[in-house]
C-alpha cells in the first residue's frame, strides 16, 4: 500500500479518536454546570467546535478511502452530530424531543466508538500492504 494512505488512514484513526476524547468532554462540560454550578456555555461553546471534528471525520474517511459502509458511518457521525446541535432548540416547544440530547450523545460516542476501532483496524491493513482489514475482522467489527 503506498505511503500515502498509510498517512491518511493514520491520520483519519487519529481524528476518530479525537472525536471521541471530545464526546468526553462534553460529558464533563455539563457535569461541571450541573454539579459545580459553572456555566453552561462552555458546554455550549465546546459543543459547537465539536462540529469541526465531526466533518474531519468524514473526511479523512474519504481521504483514508475506508470501505463504502465505513465512509457511510463517518457520514452518520456528522448527521448524528447536526441532530444533536438542534435538539436543545425544541426545549420551549417539544421537551421530550429536547431531553433526547443526551441519548443522542450516548449514541455519537458509540458511533465515533466504531469509526475509530474500524480505523484502528484499516490503518493496521494499510501497513501490512492488504487493500482492507481481513475478513474475519471486518466480519468482527460489524457485530460491534
Known amino acids: 500500500m503506498n505511503g500515502s494512505k498509510v498517512l491518511a488512514r493514520r491520520i483519519h484513526l487519529a481524528v476518530a479518536w479525537i472525536f471521541l476524547v471530545a464526546i468526553l468532554i462534553q460529558v464533563f ?8 454550578g459553572g456555566s453552561l456555555e462552555p458546554h455550549r461553546s465546546f459543543g459547537y467546535s465539536i462540529l469541526f471534528v465531526a466533518l474531519a471525520v468524514l473526511l479523512t474517511a474519504l481521504w483514508a478511502r475506508v470501505p ?4 457511510w458511518i463517518a457520514a452518520g457521525v456528522l ?22 440530547h443526551p441519548v443522542v450523545a450516548f449514541l455519537l460516542f458509540w458511533l465515533g466508538l466504531r469509526v475509530a476501532r474500524r480505523a484502528r483496524e484499516l490503518y493496521a491493513a494499510a501497513l501490512t500492504g492488504q487493500a482492507s482489514a481481513p475478513a474475519s475482522q471486518a466480519a468482527a467489527s460489524q457485530v460491534r
Not at 29 to 36: E, H, K, P, S
Not at 68 to 71: A, E, I, K, L, P
Not at 79 to 100: H, W
Open 79 to 100: 448527521g448524528l452530530y447536526i441532530v444533536q446541535t438542534s435538539l436543545p432548540e425544541f426545549k420551549a416547544s417539544a421537551p421530550a424531543i429536547a431531553a433526547l
Open 68 to 71: 463504502r459502509r465505513d465512509g
Open 29 to 36: 462540560l455539563i457535569g461541571l454546570y450541573l454539579f459545580a
